[in-house]
């Protein structure tokens, strides 16, 4: 579609003879477009100008797509020489500006069609102007080893762009932000400084040619201070040198810039690596609420130095720079995106709308704050605009004339100045107050508790190593008032202040996570419900105090996703990086927020223990699912892929009965089948029993071995065939034959709960089915209840209970019960894996009673249920001496009891009657009449 027939607005001249001119030099034009063109005139006297000095241009170009007239002159200037560019490159950017200049004025673009515009022509003039100069250094050989075949790669050169070009955001009359760099990797040592030299050169030409200001103007302002400490490096740097200075002393600030950051000319593949390789720098690991900190002193320093706080006048306003200014969001949005960015690659945008957008879209601002600031930056960068377009200004700065104001009116098609200046005086005023709402620290956070008096524990919090720097101790002040008046109102505060004291010491530092605290008190209230009633939860949160940016990641409180889901989630975070110990840190920092959320859950109500249990078995299936491929790929590059069908990892014990507590082992045996292969395939070959026997090991290490992220779970394997003794990988024909031939009793009982969990697809059901075809053989019941009265003993003589609250152990107990159902299970050829339907399916058969099954049944999930609050209130055993009243008020409500008193004599008793029909059952000499199952 043509220019004219995309009109839909007109400015009003100003200056009505100029307005008048315009109309005479464009008689041939339809009214509508002379109206624009006559507004145009009489407002910016740059623009006038430009539509004198290409008025047959111009006037044939409003009949075309301006798209297609702008790509019809970048072609043009393509094939130019250096000489050629010098002029051919200024004509062109005066055809640029007046074209996006009434695009604008018309509203035939949009903001964002005029800023990409004028950013793909700096772009391409870049990368012309780049490339001119470099083929005449190729030409005289001033890089070794580079010819002019490699002038499309500028031999190794990239110009980053960086702010507003980066984001291809470019406003009217801005300059052209750079860091240029070359990839050293090309060249060899000994080439190395005359290459740098030849670089160095290259760049003060190209922004020679850009900048100069000749009779026909200047292409670019071309500013390349934004390169690494640019007082004493050199204008083109070393991709290496810059590297290192990020890694090194690299600022905030500087992690904000590279946001935008954009490979805009030269080596764009190289450019590409280059900032891959800056990934870590640019977006942390952690959610950095530090951030806000160094955003806020930087907004500070911005004010102080060009002296622009607020005035309440419009008059030489600053749009960009100024309170509630374009900059404001800029940093609003900027700071939320590094703070989340790490974890959250879709926010990791260049656009300052598209960015606003996610965020909203991920819960990260409320969408009425995206769409308002939205609103008011699109505005605001069309008023600076028509500030530029008067006469090619580089500035930001409203006028501060009456007449001047009339003038920006007009050019916005708008007769009334003083409901034009109110609107802008209105948008400045919500930006600002936003803004300061987000940055300033403990004006609208944390600091309006009543002042709390400080007990004797607070006087020591100052020694610990949270709190050894400045900036760590000036935001903990902040919060201490509002901390303490919440540990106070807890329901026991001593237990929580000293909970809370131990949280506090266990921490290794404290910046980032005071800050986090500071942005967002809902955090404050987590960990004081924490501190008065699981001390232990508050431990493992001083270790792993990251796990709390899940709390705030949007999706906390959400349903539980599944297991499905959950390992496709993992698998996904592992594929982004090909770095092995990196995937091991992946999958620690992962399960560790997972395993944060159902014990917040559970220690809330939010879900009972039987649940909390189905979910930490779901993670540590997924866990093995989606990183034993990753184990097998790492191990495959030496020794080859797995011979045959591949390994299962069997689930044993409580896992493969798909409940587990906080702190629960993983019980695994490992199950192969290699076929008829005899040696794996890699470049080290190995006979498949040693393969698979290492292969274990190797997936052994990456789970239990502790890396910088801790480790994943503690692994037993004593289940497997010939516990400890046995190989620690059985083929799937040796698992069968040692089942159904030499086997004990209790491994018939363990292989009750047998569950494969992780592995081949196929091998998995061929285990499934040994495993049933094992548990279908007919028994002797004598001979069973014998060995489980053996094994009963044995255990009881090995540990007895240790206290009212252990559970586990002792008469009666969840071992105890759990025995007895897996002994149900075999005689009766059960395929439940868990203990409640094994005891439901021991009644259906005759072995117990209904009412017996019932008894031992509401037992057992009693007892389950302290055992699974009691891991997660506590390290170590429960004792009710010690307990404190936050986790006595816990256990009670998980068990729906009064108080710790009647649980205990509630316990006492249910396990007394478990205890009397366990030992009458494993007596008894028939099951439903029958002698055998």
Known sequence: MSFIARITR??????????????????????????VLAGTAGCSSYLRGLMARHSDWLAEALFQDPGAVLAAEYERLRPMSQTELKTGLRQAKGRVALLAGLADLAGVWSLEQVTGGLTDFADLSVDLAMKAVLE????????????????????????????????????????????????????????FLEARSGFIKATRRMTSLLSDITGEGYVWRTDLRLRPDPSVTPVCLAMEAAERYYESVGRTWERAAHIKARPCAGDIRAGAAYLERLRPFIWRRHLDFAAIQDAHDMRLKIKEHKGLHETGSLEGRNLKLGPGGIREIEFFTQTRQIIAGGRDASLRLRGTVP??????????????????????????????????????????????????????????????????????????????EAAEGFFAPGKKRGGASAPTEEPE??????????LRSERAREIFERLKPDLLARLNAAPRPDEALSAFDGFLSGLPAGVQLFSMFEANPHLRTLIVDIASTAPALASYLSRNSGVLDAVIGGSFF???????????????????????????????????????????????????????????????????????????????????????????AVGMGSLGAGWINSRSDLDLIMIYDAGDAEVSDGPRPLPVVQYYARLTKAVLTAITAPTSEGRLYEVDMRLRPSGKQGPVATSLSAFESYQKNEAWTWEHLALTRARPV???????????????????????????????????????EAKGQQGPLDVKRGPGGMQDIELLAQAGALLTSAHARRTPPQLAAAARHGWLSKAEAEQLTATYRMARSVQSVGRLLVDGPLDPETLGQGAKEVLARETGLEDLDALMAELAARRAVSAEIIDAALERTEIGGKAMA
């Open 10 to 35: 007109s400015p009003i001249p100003f200056d009505a003879e100029a307005g008048s001119d315009a109309q005479v030099l464009f008689a041939e034009l339809p009214p509508e477009m002379r109206e």
């Open 136 to 191: 005449r250094e190729l030409e005289r050989g001033k890089f070794p080893g580079q010819t002019l075949d490699d002038l499309p790669q500028a031999g190794g050169m990239v110009a980053l762009a960086m702010g507003k070009m980066g984001a291809h955001e470019l406003n009217y009359s801005s300059d052209i932000d750079l860091i240029m760099l070359f990839d050293e990797s090309r060249y060899e040592t000994g080439d």
């Open 355 to 432: 960015a606003l957008a996610r965020l909203a879209e991920t819960g990260w601002i409320p969408d009425r704050l995206a769409a308002r600031y939205t609103d008011h930056y699109r505005y605001l960068r069309e008023i600076e605009h028509r500030v530029q377009m008067v006469a090619d200004a580089r500035t930001h700065a409203l006028p501060t004339s009456a007449e001047g104001f009339d003038r920006i009116a007009r050019m916005c098609g708008q007769g009334d100045t003083a409901a034009f200046k109110a609107g802008i005086a209105e948008r400045l005023v919500e930006v600002r």
């Open 457 to 466: 524990i607070v006087s020591r919090w100052r020694r610990y190593p949270a």
């Open 558 to 648: 959400a349903p539980w996703p599944g297991k499905l889901q959950l390992c496709v989630a993992l698998g996904r975070l592992l594929e982004e990086t090909d770095d092995y110990e990196e995937q091991l840190d992946v999958a620690r920092r992962w399960l560790k927020e997972w395993h944060f959320r159902v014990g917040v859950h559970l220690l809330r109500g939010i879900v009972d223990s039987a649940e909390a249990g189905r979910q930490y078995a779901d993670l540590a299936e997924a866990v093995l699912t989606a990183l034993l491929p990753a184990v097998v790929e790492n191990f495959a590059h030496k020794h080859g892929r797995m011979p045959g069908r591949g390994g299962v």
């Open 758 to 796: 992780a592995g081949s697809l196929g091998l998995k059901d061929d285990i499934e089915a040994v495993r049933l075809s094992v548990l279908e053989q007919r028994r002797d019941l004598a001979k069973v209840l014998e060995d489980v009265r053996d094994m009963r003993r044995r255990l009881s």
